[in-house]
């Protein structure tokens, strides 16, 4: 395969009519490790992604076996500094700046908020870049041999992509302390013990496992659940007190009330749901 070749193929995403766009990273000449390019296809891919009113739920991982070793630090070590135009990413032309909700990272999506659930497949290795990556995602589904890591602590590069702001907040500081400082590999017995794993998964079911769970989130009433989603994050990263956060939450809340709650409400008089029963009678999600 030319470069060429390569860069026009080194993001891949599929859509399915019921609402559930894959988006995979498709590098495998560098262990799906991002180029300029290819953070420029991967925003692209999750902005489009968004702006779709009829896909509900993303799924990301990488193609052949590996999620994503970071930043392809190949392209690094070519760069002379500002002004050399051996590389044309996001990292060097100022599109990083962090001004609004939809702007570029250096490793292409790492910056945005996503508006629709994500769910990440993990295999093979989520390190560096690829973990700052990893952390997109609501949902981590994890193969059994996967490492994730910041790898990128042994030749000084730094977490630029994400990692010092969503890490914390998802396995608590003194965790993320201890991955950042170190560098150390994370297995995925101990990634599902710290909370950074959601699922762990036989070698090879990742994105299977992922795309089920995708599935079942279809089912649900979608305004509910992504308000409540909304206001976890906002309760996470933007909430100015635990007052703030609560009147966020009942302002968001209320207004799915009449759309999906008296509706729900009403199925469950009628029958439906009881004793924590999710499936219906027509073996779809209540």
């Known amino acids: 395969m030319t470069s060429a070749e390569a860069d026009a193929s080194s993001v891949q995403v599929s859509k399915t009519a019921d609402g559930i766009t894959t988006i995979a990273i498709n590098r495998h000449h560098r262990r799906n490790a991002v180029d300029g390019p290819t953070a420029r296809k991967l925003h692209e891919a999750f902005l489009a992604f968004e702006d779709d009113a009829s896909q509900k739920v993303c799924v990301f991982h990488g193609a052949h076996g590996s999620f994503c070793a970071g930043f392809d630090l190949h392209e690094v070590a070519k760069w002379d500094g500002p002004g050399d135009d051996a590389y044309k990413g996001p990292i060097v032309d100022g599109s990083h700046a962090v001004t609004g909700g939809r702007q570029i990272g250096p490793i ?115 305004a509910c659940m992504n308000v409540d989603r909304s206001n976890c994050y906002y309760s996470a990263y933007n909430a100015t007190s635990f007052e703030d956060a609560l009147r966020n939450e009942f302002a968001n809340g209320a207004q799915v009330i009449t759309t999906e709650s008296i509706k729900g409400a009403a199925q469950f008089s009628a029958g439906a749901g009881r004793h924590g029963v999710f499936k219906s009678a027509d073996n779809s999600n209540l």
Do not use: H, W
């Open 108 to 222: 292409g999506p790492s910056r945005l908020q996503v508006k629709k659930p994500v769910i990440c497949a993990v295999a093979g290795y989520a390190v560096a870049g690829g973990m700052e990556l990893a952390l997109l995602g609501d949902m981590r589904v994890v193969e059994e041999d996967a490492v994730l890591g910041v790898f990128c602590r042994r030749f000084g590069v730094p977490l630029i992509d994400g990692g010092t702001v969503r890490l914390p907040a998802i396995v608590g500081l003194g965790r993320a302390l201890d991955l950042i400082l170190t560098g150390r590999p994370v297995g995925a017995q101990e990634a599902l013990q710290m909370g950074l794993a959601n699922r762990v998964v036989p070698k090879g079911q990742a994105l299977e496992e992922a795309t089920k769970i995708a599935r079942q989130l279809l089912g649900f009433p979608q």
